[in-house]
T-cell receptor
Framework: DGGITQSPKYLFRKEGQNVTLSCEQN?????MYWYRQDPGQGLRLIYY???????QKGDIAEGYSVSREKKESFPLTVTSAQKNPTAFYLC????????????FGPGTRLTVT | QQQVKQSPQSLIVQKGGISIINCAYE??????FPWYQQFPGKGPALLIA?????SEKKEGRFTISFNKSAKQFSLHIMDSQPGDSATYFC???????????????FGSGTQLTVLP
């Protein structure tokens, strides 16, 4: 089955620790995205990547980092500099710039205490 | 800065009723307006989309109404069913010609509950 996988589904970390969220897609999509979802705030864009080895900051990139070494993979690191890291994180991909359809993974719920 | 404003934040409808969710935007350069549906614990999925030169688009029980002059669009769910209970997001596409690959900006979401 084609799609996007995110792992793990639930993640718990202590404050001050960096944590990396995995995102893999087998849809052969060029573009990939990371969103953060908080209640009442919709989906806010953290980072996006149009092609391998290239990525741009979204609206709330502070405290996060990404890499895009392979077309299929776009991991997100939540660093200790992120002040409020507890959230639901969604990875998405799309087939180029011309489409309005993004395919989302099932998400990772990160809790930092 | 919320480029797409969505209301209401939550909505409760009886089975068989009509659910209406509204969105407003300011940027007239947006060139596509999709709606996404998200079930609890899942990622959003595309439901229906409309171009700004079309006033209405219908797919089954779901209809988008678009008012270009008012810069508003809305999702209507006819004969609402308990299985429609989900969070709905409106979105707007930033045109490719702008040079940006970020594509979509989302509204804040509406949590719909359809009572049996």
């Amino acid at each position: 089955d084609g799609g996007i996988t995110q792992s793990p589904k639930y993640l718990f970390r202590k404050e001050g620790q960096n944590v990396t969220l995995s995102c893999e897609q087998n849809l052969n999509h060029d573009a990939m995205y990371w969103y953060r979802q908080d209640p009442g705030q919709g989906l806010r864009l953290i980072y996006y990547s149009q092609i391998v080895n290239d990525f741009q900051k979204g609206d709330i990139a502070e405290g996060y980092s990404v890499s895009r070494e392979k077309k299929e993979s776009f991991p997100l690191t939540v660093t200790s500099a992120q002040k409020n890291p507890t959230a639901f994180y969604l990875c998405a991909s799309s087939n180029g710039q011309s489409t309005y359809e993004q395919y989302f993974g099932p998400g990772t719920r990160l809790t930092v205490t | 800065q919320q480029q797409v404003k969505q209301s209401p934040q939550s909505l409760i409808v009886q089975k068989g009723g009509i659910s209406i969710i509204n969105c407003a935007y300011e940027n007239t350069a947006f060139d596509y307006f999709p709606w996404y549906q998200q079930f609890p614990g899942k990622g959003p999925a595309l439901l229906i989309a409309i171009r700004p030169d079309v006033s209405e688009k219908k797919e089954g029980r779901f209809t988008i109404s678009f008012n270009k002059s008012a810069k508003q669009f809305s999702l209507h769910i006819m004969d609402s069913q308990p299985g429609d209970s989900a969070t709905y997001f409106c979105a707007a596409r930033i045109p490719v010609s702008s040079g940006s690959a970020r594509q979509l900006t989302f509204g804040s979401g509406t949590q719909l509950t359809v009572l049996p």
